[in-house]
């Protein structure tokens, strides 16, 4: 079917036949239909399911300390007294900003390099 323009601005067309089509429109479908498989293999997902595990499980300076109380008083209290020292820290950082007349940006960003330092250490493994 391929379409030319000739000299004359005429539309000049190589399709040799007519507009109607030799196969209804139900035969053209259930043709169709055949054609095409009815099931897909589906292979396994590429990437693994999240897990909840810590990713800063076994690293920094006091992660063998932190892992081990938490294996001895177990995980619910420890997270509470983890809870308890990150907030008193926090009042502790609320407490020198004040001091220092730091503004609430300022304390803000002290609270996350506290966060960071705390990571890299091994407080929150």
Same mark, same amino acid.
């Given at each position: 079917?391929?379409?030319?323009?000739?000299?004359?601005?005429?539309?000049?067309?190589?399709?040799?036949?007519?507009?109607?089509?030799?196969?209804?429109?139900?035969?053209?479908?259930?043709?169709?239909?055949?054609?095409?498989?009815?099931?897909?293999?589906?292979? !396994?997902?590429?990437?693994?399911?999240?897990?909840?595990?810590?990713?800063?499980?076994?690293?920094?300076?006091?992660?063998?300390?932190?892992?081990?109380?938490?294996?001895?008083?177990? !995980? !619910?209290?420890?997270?509470?007294?983890?809870?308890?020292?990150?907030?008193?820290?926090?009042?502790?950082?609320?407490?020198?900003?004040?001091?220092?007349?730091?503004?609430?940006?300022?304390?803000?960003?002290?609270?996350?390099?506290?966060?960071?330092?705390?990571?890299?250490?091994?407080?929150?493994?």
């Amino acid at each position: 079917m391929a379409a030319s323009i000739c000299a004359r601005g005429g539309l000049v067309s190589s399709f040799q036949g007519s507009w109607e089509s030799s196969i209804s429109g139900d035969e053209y479908y259930h043709a169709l239909m055949q054609s095409v498989p009815r099931f897909v293999s589906v292979g !396994k997902p590429v990437c693994s399911p999240p897990s909840m595990k810590n990713v800063n499980e076994g690293k920094g300076l006091f992660a063998p300390a932190v892992v081990i109380t938490r294996n001895i008083i177990g !995980k !619910k209290r420890f997270n509470q007294l983890r809870g308890k020292a990150i907030a008193l820290h926090s009042q502790v950082i609320t407490e020198f900003c004040k001091s220092i007349g730091a503004d609430a940006k300022q304390r803000q960003g002290l609270i996350r390099l506290a966060k960071k330092n705390g990571e890299r250490l091994g407080f929150l493994a």
